[in-house]
Every structure is written in structure tokens, then in C-alpha cells.
């Protein structure tokens, strides 16, 4: 949680961030409160620990301090919240083992509105019910996890007060220009407008960093390089909040949390005629990220980013805003609108200009306006397609006067369908018009098959329904507004007007009371919570990158394939070799031992030693004093290949190569073809199934560290088999296995993708740390990690059903396809489940069912999270 005194205002704000996109240098002037700083185990923990804790919302813990901080942060702002803002606060947060269900009900607890399931059966809420009599030839049933008259209350009193000496230094201090000089950067603060101005007609290419929401992924995951970075968050100037006659004037360095609330506010003093834009464009911003973005985003850094899916841009454009921008000597205002006029979004703004504030007007009668938005998910996702809509009508009647469309998702920036709008002016708001709309948006709005993000199909039919739901919204209006002219709309369509409203999760879990008599050991009847589930919330629960820096530790960045299959044809680190703080690169030459393992019939190899055979594939890795000298060395690695034919990427090039893992399962029972000849229908078809990325919160993490004799190592692992580990380090090292001791403490998830690839990044490491006779550390990052490390297998079935009238099923003929990578793994393994499968509950009297697992040049298939699959009768 960070923490800032506003000395015009008064006031002290306190909000949750992101810690990995909050740059140090912005925090200047704020007091910064980590999970470990509200409690622990050894003093006194927190109420927010303690309910999450024991509510059992913590399996591996690895998330726990974020929604730990989340609810503190939004305790410290509101003492007893209502439950959506419980909710709100906690949908930036992810979790990937325990389930939001557990932390949703023990933050309830904090809430104003009764945290109990409502459940009134036995004329009392279900946290009571286990004291209730039973009837004596029944066994008592319980539904409560946890009391919640146990835990502390909530005193304010006792929390972390904001240090007094940052008020005193904010109040009676003049400000001062901050520059930090890192290796690379430098950091520059102004404190007043012009000087901002001046260095931006001295530095036209820095940024100006607010919330760093966007620069600061595009120097993490793609390597953008800035010399200097201006931060211009002391400048009041850019926090201007004006309401004027006509409209609302927004600076551009509020957070998007202080701009929502803004909206907010005004929308409820307002009439609805008035406010119409602004009830768009809060709409959009209550999904925009998570309220960990939110926080620290600000409004002009999204609109000046013109991101292609900017959620907030489209509404803005439609509507009429216009842009207040300023360079040295120079104030100019410019058409909202303008920032996309050549379509890629890099027009209209000079290099040394910056955006000051943003006038948002007032809307008009007679003017309609609407935002749409569709993700994978409502929070924390960036959209797939977005739009703004703004409609005016002649006065009287559903003549259109202006219609103005923009979307978002459909091009490199957002894209206006002024064709399509142009053609429908004139035109009356009826079926006829939307017809037409409908029609020339997509000859407008062109979307090539080859189009970057996918989906082109699924985009191309967003483009029209959002028409179609805002002509569907526009006429319910109108009926409204005149009720007599305008015909009700069909109950068939008033569902995709419906307001989506999220629901706050309801559940009950019902179990056997503890017996009289059962022994204290007996956990039958007793919700036990995580013996870690303390730790978890604290922050004091150690994992593999939380254990202290040995002397003189070393930290190691991969260098991977960028080619599917292809020959090495060279390797230089020179580049690499030259970057402060490296000390050697490491490769299949340093390997003392085995360098393939043959754990099926496809070696998985530590190091490539002549070729590739998929992207993510290791070839060499640089050590160095840090994480960041290891990667930019890594970078600089420069590796020549020699493409190799066929490249086989997916299943169907799969087959057609017939490129496949031996043995091949094959499932038969009964006369397949016998049985087709009876049936009374045959239906045949294919099935497609994604596959999926391992995402677990802790990515792979190993710490190697030589003990200095006889060879011997400690490796300090995130594995499920640290038994294998050790196995294949030994064998790397080509020493003993008694000579390399594996600790496992703790693993923030798995999900399979920690079982056997991690020995792979521990030889690795181990190899390193032979090499040097340093203590080294691997640890992912995100891209990498799922890079490498492949995951669960895409499948097609192609198949063949027989089936007579009343729906017994008679016949079945299938063959399964997946997609195994380049190496077995458990490939075969997934492909005997997936055949057990087949017949689970139907007890189909005639299969013949084929699996193969495909090999093609992508990183290999790990996942397997077979067991525990529905039965069929006996």
C-alpha cells in the first residue's frame, strides 16, 4: 500500500499498487506499507490476516500477501466497506490454487451488509446451524468453516499512523527538481509546468511517466530503452478538476480512481440529460484493469498511449472532447478525434508537447451515448473489441442529425467507421437503418484474416453487435421518451440491453460433526486451517526467491531459440561478454556429464547442442552479479541459424507428416462396424480443444549453491519431483546423487509444470554454479517461464457416432490428436487417460478409439491433471 499526504488538500490518500510497475523513484515522499508491516506471527497479525487465514484462504500462498494488502488498503480508506467495494478491491488479484470463494467470505466479515449465506431454513444463518438438534438416528451436520465471533476486531486506532516527518517535509519544504542517474537512465521530477515544458523541448523523445501502466511493461517485456524518463507527478497543473458551464475539465495526471470518482460524483448532482457521456464513460472505467491500475494510472497516459484497445479512447472520440495541450510558448487546443485522423495514431501531437487536461462536454437533449466493451473477462483483461457510439436527433423525431462511431481492437489504433455514419445521416432509427449499418461497418471496418491478435471471425461479429445493442438501447429510450410513437422492443431482444451485475459468490459446505468421544487428533468434523495459512498472510512464508543472497550469488538469464527447428550455426557473446557485471556464459561445452536424458524415446536435452527443435528451446545462459546485468547480456547473445525442414507446428501438419510419439494407444470393444450397420443415425464431425499455458503464481525458481567439497551442491527448488532433480543433476554434474541435496519448502503452484521440466533449469543452474564455484539463482520471469515450459496438449477428435432414436449411443469411432511438442514427457501418458475417458458414463457397447500424441517443433506438452475424472455405473 502506498500512502501520500496531498498538502493542498490536507489530506493523507492511502491506495494499493502493483509493486512490480511502481518505479522507486516515485516514491519520493511516500510511505510505502508492505504485508509484512501490518503483522506477524511473532508480535501481533493483523485482522485481515487472521480472516483470510483462517477462513482457508490460502493454498500455496503465493497470492495471499497481494489480497491480504488489497483489503487493508481499502480498510484503511473505508472501515466498513460494502460488499462490492469488498469485491472491487479484490478483482485486481489473482489467484490459481485456492479460488476466490474461501477470501471472498472471510473479507465479508469486514463488511457492513451481513456476511451470512442467507440461508433461513432452520430459522437462523447458516454460521449457526452445527449447534442445532439433529434427530437422534441422524448424524449431525455441520456447514460453518469458521466462526467469526473468534476473530480481533478491526481497530483503527491501531494501525500505522503516515509518518509526521513527510507532512513536515511536504509542507515546509521548497520544492526542488529530483534527477536520479541510474546506469542507463535518468529520472527527472520537475516541479512546475514550465519547467516540464522545457526539459520536454530539450528531451522531445522521453516519456513522461505518471502511473508507468504503460511505459514501464514496454521496457520489461520488450526491452524499450529510455535514456531519460520525466516524471511529472508534482506538477498541480496536470491535476486540474474543473466544472465549467458547458462541461468538465479533467487534468491528465489524475489517476483513473480519481477520475471514476469524479464521474461519480457528478453523474449524481447532474441530470441524466447532462451526463450522458459521463455515464459512458464511467461505465467503461469500473472494468478498465483492476483497481491496482487503476490507482496509479493516469487518464492522459491513456489516452496519449492510443492503444489500439484503449477502452476509454473510443467514447472519448465520439464525443466531442477536446485535447488542452502545451509546448514551450505555445497553448493549442485540438479536437479529440484528431489523435486517430491517419488511422495508426501518430499524427497531430509535436514531439515536445504534452497533454495538460482534457475537456469533457456536457450531453445534449436529443443525444444519445453509449460505450461497449467484450474480454475474456469483465476485470483485469484487456478487451478484445471496444466501442463508442454518440447519436443526435432531429428535435421531435428519430430523424439522424450526426452519428459518430469508433472502436477499439479493429486496427493499430482506435478506428472511426465515418463512412458508415456519413451514410446514415438523414436516416429515421429504424430496422431498415440498422440493416444498412450493419452492412457498410463491415465493408468499412476491414479486418484481414491475417490480422494481429486472432479472432478476426469473433471481431468481425462484435463490430455489428454492438451496432445492434446500441440501436436496441437508443430505442428503448425513445420509447420511454415518447411512449406513444415508438413500438416496445421484442422480448427475444431485451436481454442484450440487460445490465450485467456481478454476484457476489453464495455457498455452504456441509460435513459430519465431531463425534462425542473422537479422539483431539481425529480431523473428521474439524475445518483445519493450512498449518502455513498464518505465514501465507503474514508474508513470513519462504519460497525459493524470498531465501537471503548467499556471498557472492550470482544470477543467471537463459538464452533461448527463436527458431522452431533450425541448426546452430554459430554462437557469439561477445556483445553479451561486454556488459558490466557479466562473468561467463555457459553452454553445452561446460556440461561434465550427461547432457541428454532419455527418459522416453526423444531426449530432453539441457543444452542445444547442434540444432533446435522449437522456440523457448535452451541454448546458453549468461551469469552475472544481477537479474538485470544477466538479462541484457542475454539479449545481446547472437545466435545464426539454418532453418531446417518441415517445420511442424500444429496438429494438423502433424498428421500430414505423420509425426507421432510411439507407441500409439488404440481402445477397442465390440463390433465397431458391425454396429453402424443397426444404428438408426450416424453423425460424424471434429472437436478442437485448446490447450493452456502453465500459470502458476510462483514462476520456476531455483537456487544452486556449491558447498565446496567433494563436488557436493545444495539446491534449493520449486519442484514436485525433487527426487527426479536430483537424479538428473547428478547425473549433468556426473557425480554421485548422494553428493546433491534437493530442499523443496514450499511451491507458489504447479499444476503439473513443475514435475519434470524444472530438473531441466536446475541442471542448468547447477552446471553454472560449477562452472563459477558461485551460488546461483534462476528465476523466471512470466514470458520466459511459459516460453520454456510448454503445457497442456491441444486436441482434436475426429469422430464417428452411432445412435439409435430414443439416444442410446451404439458405435463409436475415434481418433484423438494432440499436440505433444518436441519431447514425450507425459504425452503418452495423457493420451491412455484421455482413451479411459471416452467411456465414463455412457457405457457405449462398440468403440474403436485411437490417441496420438503428435511431435511437432513447439515446446513439449508437461501438464497432466488426469486423475479424479467422473465414473460411469458399473
Not at 162 to 191: C, D, N
Request: with cysteine; glycine share 8%; net charge neutral.
Amino acid at each position: 500500500m502506498i500512502s501520500r499526504y496531498e498538502p493542498v488538500a490536507k489530506k493523507i490518500v492511502h491506495y494499493s499498487a502493483n509493486a512490480c510497475l511502481i518505479p522507486i523513484c516515485s516514491l519520493h515522499g511516500s510511505a510505502v506499507i508492505t504485508v509484512e508491516g501490518i503483522g506477524n506471527t511473532e508480535t501481533r497479525i493483523h485482522p485481515v490476516q487472521e480472516r483470510i487465514a483462517k477462513s482457508h484462504g490460502s493454498q500455496c500462498g503465493f497470492c495471499t500477501p497481494g489480497m491480504v494488502m488489497s483489503i487493508y488498503s481499502l480498510l484503511r480508506n473505508q472501515m466498513e466497506p460494502t460488499s462490492d467495494e469488498m469485491m472491487e478491491a479484490l478483482a485486481g488479484n489473482l489467484c490459481r490454487c485456492t479460488g476466490y470463494r474461501p477470501i471472498i467470505d472471510g473479507c465479508k466479515t469486514f463488511c457492513k451488509e451481513s456476511s451470512c449465506c442467507q440461508n433461513k431454513v432452520y430459522g437462523d444463518c447458516c454460521l449457526n446451524q452445527k449447534d442445532l438438534p439433529s434427530p437422534a438416528n441422524k448424524k449431525k451436520i455441520c456447514t460453518a468453516l469458521f466462526s467469526a465471533e473468534e476473530f480481533q476486531p478491526l481497530d483503527p486506532t491501531q494501525e500505522l499512523i503516515f509518518p509526521p516527518e513527510l507532512i513536515k517535509m511536504a509542507e515546509s519544504q521548497t520544492p526542488q527538481t529530483l534527477v536520479y542517474h541510474g546506469e542507463r537512465t535518468a529520472w527527472i521530477s520537475p516541479v512546475n509546468l514550465n519547467e516540464l515544458l522545457e526539459l520536454k523541448a530539450r528531451h522531445p523523445q522521453a516519456p513522461l511517466v505518471v502511473g508507468n501502466t504503460a511505459v514501464g511493461p514496454d521496457m520489461k517485456f520488450k526491452g524499450v530503452f529510455h535514456p531519460v524518463i520525466i516524471s511529472p507527478t508534482r506538477i498541480l497543473d496536470l491535476y486540474v478538476v474543473e466544472c465549467t458551464e458547458d462541461g468538465l475539465i479533467l487534468g491528465a495526471a489524475c489517476s483513473l480512481t480519481t477520475v471514476k470518482n469524479i464521474l461519480t460524483d457528478v453523474v449524481s448532482k447532474l441530470s441524466a440529460e447532462k451526463t450522458k457521456i459521463f455515464s459512458a464513460l464511467l461505465q467503461q472505467l469500473k472494468t478498465l484493469g483492476g483497481q491496482q491500475i487503476r490507482n496509479v494510472a493516469s487518464f492522459g497516459g491513456n489516452i496519449i498511449s492510443r492503444s489500439s484497445t484503449s477502452d476509454i479512447n473510443p467514447i472519448l472520440a465520439v464525443s466531442n472532447c477536446i485535447l488542452n495541450v502545451a509546448s514551450q510558448g505555445r497553448l493549442r487546443q485540438i479536437p479529440f478525434s484528431d489523435l486517430f485522423a491517419d488511422g495508426l495514431g501518430n499524427n497531430t501531437l509535436e514531439p515536445e508537447e504534452i497533454l495538460v487536461s482534457v475537456k469533457i462536454p456536457h450531453s445534449k437533449k436529443g443525444e444519445f451515448v453509449a460505450a461497449f466493451r467484450q474480454a475474456q473477462r469483465r476485470e483485469n483483461a484487456l478487451p478484445i473489441v471496444t466501442a463508442g457510439m454518440r447519436v443526435i436527433f432531429e428535435e421531435g423525431c428519430n430523424t439522424i442529425r450526426d452519428f459518430c462511431i469508433c472502436y477499439g481492437g479493429v486496427g493499430f489504433t482506435t478506428v472511426a467507421a465515418k463512412q458508415t455514419c456519413q451514410a446514415l445521416i438523414g436516416r429515421p432509427w429504424d430496422g431498415q437503418m440498422l440493416d444498412e449499418a450493419c452492412r457498410t461497418v463491415l465493408k468499412e471496418i476491414i479486418l484481414p484474416s491475417s490480422a494481429p491478435g486472432g479472432k478476426v471471425e469473433y471481431r468481425r461479429t462484435l463490430i455489428v453487435s454492438f451496432i445492434f445493442k446500441f440501436y436496441l438501447e437508443v430505442l428503448q429510450s425513445l420509447k420511454i421518451m415518447y411512449p406513444m410513437q415508438y413500438p416496445d422492443i421484442p422480448d427475444n431482444y431485451a436481454s442484450a440491453i440487460e445490465n450485467f451485475h456481478t454476484k457476489m459468490p453464495q455457498s455452504m459446505q456441509k460435513y459430519q460433526d465431531v463425534e462425542p468421544g473422537q479422539l483431539p487428533q481425529d480431523p473428521v468434523g474439524r475445518p483445519i486451517m493450512h498449518q502455513a495459512g498464518t505465514k501465507h498472510a503474514t508474508g513470513e512464508a519462504i519460497y525459493c526467491d524470498d531465501i537471503r543472497a548467499v556471498d557472492e550469488e550470482l544470477f543467471l538469464a537463459l538464452v533461448t531459440s527463436s527458431k522452431p527447428h533450425a541448426k546452430i550455426v554459430s554462437i557469439d557473446p561477445s556483445e553479451a561478454l561486454k556488459v558490466p557485471g557479466v562473468v561467463d556464459i555457459v553452454s553445452v561445452q561446460d556440461v561434465p556429464g550427461t547432457n541428454e536424458f532419455y527418459n522416453y524415446d526423444v531426449p530432453d536435452i539441457v543444452f542445444a547442442r547442434e540444432k533446435v527443435t522449437c522456440v523457448g528451446q535452451i541454448i546458453c545462459a549468461v551469469v552475472a552479479d544481477s537479474e538485470v546485468h544477466a538479462k541484457q547480456a542475454a539479449a545481446k547473445v547472437k545466435i545464426q541459424y539454418e532453418p531446417q525442414e518441415p517445420v511442424i507446428l500444429t496438429i494438423e501438419e502433424a498428421i500430414e507428416h505423420k509425426s507421432f510419439f510411439e507407441p500409439q494407444r488404440k481402445l477397442e470393444r465390440g463390433n465397431v462396424d458391425e454396429a453402424f450397420k443397426v444404428v438408426d443415425h450416424i453423425l460424424e464431425g471434429e472437436i478442437h480443444v485448446g490447450g493452456q499455458e502453465h500459470f502458476y503464481m510462483e514462476t520456476q525458481s531455483i537456487l544452486a549453491v556449491p558447498t565446496g567439497e567433494d563436488k557436493e551442491m545444495n539446491l534449493f527448488v520449486s519442484t514436485q519431483h525433487p527426487a527426479f532433480v536430483q537424479d538428473m543433476v547428478a547425473s549433468c554434474l556426473g557425480i554421485p546423487g548422494n553428493r546433491i541435496m534437493c530442499h523443496v519448502k514450499r511451491i507458489g503452484g504447479a499444476f503439473g509444470g513443475k514435475l519434470l521440466k524444472t530438473s531441466i533449469l536446475a541442471c542448468v543452474a547447477a552446471v553454472a554454479a560449477k562452472k563459477t564455484g558461485h551460488a546461483v539463482r534462476c528465476v523466471l520471469d512470466r514470458s520466459t517461464d511459459m516460453l520454456i515450459t510448454g503445457g497442456r496438449h491441444p486436441t482434436i477428435g475426429k469422430y464417428k457416432v452411432g445412435f439409435m432414436s430414443d439416444g442410446r449411443i451404439m458405435a463409436l469411432d475415434i481418433n484423438l490428436y494432440m499436440n505433444g511438442g518436441c519431447t514425450t514427457d507425459d504425452s503418452v501418458l495423457v493420451s491412455e487417460v484421455m482413451l479411459l475417458k471416452l467411456n465414463n458414463c455412457y457405457k457405449i457397447p462398440n468403440i474403436r478409439a485411437y490417441a496420438h500424441a503428435c511431435k511437432t517443433n513447439m515446446p513439449a506438452n508437461t501438464a497432466f491433471r488426469g486423475f479424479g475424472f467422473p465414473q460411469g455405473p458399473e
